[in-house]
């Protein structure tokens, strides 16, 4: 199942490896990583694998170069960056039809939700635990979220929560573990959001809502598809 006019692609080219989302019209997004971070509006989502040690003093600036040299612009091109193999990526899609509608209102369009994560677990930590400054280095878990939908920001932030509780959700699941205690991530997880503007407005995204319980399947699923990749390499 594919939302209508999203498509998803990985490219390995002569400066690096990555999948690319795009799209026919731009999505409204919400980013926590700096290349295109916080709110903004952009017609492709890139998940960018580079080095475990990668380390550089302007990621921003090295980031943009990189999507210069492949033919993209970066003013429409969000990135995240990432040391885990994005041939590895999971993905879930989901749908749920509204049934109160007629057939031809514009808001009927189904309400679509399609997630991709990457999985990388050589720096799993769990949120609160105290640890020594030296123990903290880089590691990721990256979700990207496309929700055929219109959301409003509060709606936008509460996927974020959402999708971060599903996360955490098949950790413990997958039995992913730090000092004996459940993992609820590594050291520097990202997630992005983007909503393609079209159907119905949603103010909530929460587990209780059709929508939140979208995306709370689809990353679940698509966390345990990347992580048992992962798993098959020693924690």
């Known amino acids: 199942m594919q939302i209508q006019g999203i498509t998803m692609e990985r490219i390995v080219s002569q400066q690096g490896e990555y999948m690319l989302i795009k799209s026919k019209t731009p999505l409204k997004t919400l980013n926590s990583s700096p290349c295109g971070g916080g709110f903004g509006t952009y017609t492709g989502l890139m998940n960018r694998q580079v080095n475990k040690h990668y380390n550089e003093s302007d990621p921003i600036a090295e980031m943009n170069k990189f999507i210069l040299s492949e033919g993209l612009d970066p003013s429409e091109t969000a990135g995240m960056l990432t040391a885990a193999k994005v041939r590895d990526v999971g993905t879930s899609s989901l749908s749920w039809v509204t049934d109160d509608l007629e057939a031809g209102d514009p808001l009927r369009e189904k309400l679509q939700v399609t997630a991709w994560v990457t999985v990388g677990l050589g720096n799993k930590a769990r949120a609160g635990a105290r640890l020594s400054a030296s123990s903290l280095f880089p590691g990721t878990i990256n979700s990207i979220v496309v929700i055929n939908g219109c959301l409003t920001d509060a709606a936008m932030v509460n996927a974020v929560i959402t999708a971060t509780e599903a996360k955490v959700a098949a950790l413990q699941d997958m039995d992913v573990q730090v000092d004996g205690l459940p993992a609820t991530g590594t050291t520097t997880d990202a997630v992005l959001i983007a909503a393609t503007g079209r159907g119905r407005l949603y103010k ?30 020693p924690y």
């Open 204 to 233: 909530y995204a929460g587990t209780a809502t059709q929508l939140g319980y979208l995306i709370g399947r689809t990353v679940y699923d698509a966390t345990v598809a990347s992580g048992r990749l992962y798993g098959k390499k």
